[in-house]
Antibody, heavy 117, light 107 residues
Framework: EVNLVESGGGLIPPGESLRLACAASGFNLDRHDMHWVRQPAGGGLEWVSVIGPALDTFYEDSVRGRFTISRDDANNSLYLQMNSLRPGDTAVYYC???????????WGQGTLVTVSS | EIVMTQFPATLSVSPGERATLSCRAS??????LAWYQQKPGQSPRLVIYGASTRATGIPARFSGSESGTDFTLTISSLQSEDFADYYC?????????FGGGTRVEIK
């Protein structure tokens, strides 16, 4: 059974850094595009970043240069290093797996990041 | 960036009635369009992909269609468990983008 479990969220002051993790089970991360998607309270879904099987990465404009997506194949885990955090980054962060045809067929339960002084 | 526009923002429907949700892409996404259902406090769940293919475990009352850059999700006879937020998403080109969502509420 495919399972994704995020961790690492919390309350963090503006300008600080945080690292999110997503532990995967039931499949190999390195065979799929893996994504981070965020959702502010009461808001919609916003795609953040992707890492592909060949370690190619892509970012949404507002996080490029501040966030870094990575993967640890030995631990079958996905990460999101978030630097220079802003109040606008406050959201629930989900990791999600792309099926081979591109749609997001599995999602984690999410981890809440609150950027506030 | 491809902009995905969903309408209406809120749809009030009685149980047993049909619900029709719309999503328009600002440019072609081919059939690389998915619909997700999200209930309060839960993560999104894939409903439709490839514009019209039901995901595993999704009941047959859910159907998707496409006409150029216009996409439709139809729920033929709403059940209590279908009242939720629905999002469309294009996965044709980067950055991937979601629509703003449609809330299906009980009338």
């Amino acid at each position: 059974e495919v399972n994704l479990v995020e961790s690492g969220g919390g309350l963090i002051p503006p300008g600080e850094s945080l690292r999110l993790a997503c532990a995967a089970s039931g499949f190999n991360l390195d065979r799929h595009d893996m994504h981070w998607v965020r959702q502010p309270a009461g808001g919609g879904l916003e795609w953040v970043s992707v890492i592909g099987p060949a370690l190619d990465t892509f970012y949404e404009d507002s996080v490029r240069g501040r966030f870094t997506i990575s993967r640890d194949d030995a631990n079958n885990s996905l990460y999101l290093q978030m630097n220079s955090l802003r109040p606008g980054d406050t959201a629930v962060y989900y990791c999600a797996r792309s099926a081979f045809s591109g749609e997001f067929d599995s999602w984690g339960q999410g981890t809440l990041v609150t950027v506030s002084s | 960036e491809i902009v995905m526009t969903q309408f209406p923002a809120t749809l009030s429907v009685s149980p047993g009635e049909r619900a029709t949700l719309s999503c328009r892409a600002s440019q072609s996404v081919s059939r690389n369009l998915a619909w997700y259902q999200q209930k309060p406090g839960q993560s999104p769940r894939l409903v439709i992909y490839g514009a019209s293919t039901r995901a595993t475990g999704i009941p047959a009352r859910f159907s998707g269609s496409e006409s150029g850059t216009d996409f439709t999700l139809t729920i033929s006879s709403l059940q209590s468990e279908d009242f939720a937020d629905y999002y469309c998403q294009q996965y044709d080109s980067w950055p991937l983008t979601f629509g703003g969502g449609t809330r299906v509420e009980i009338k």
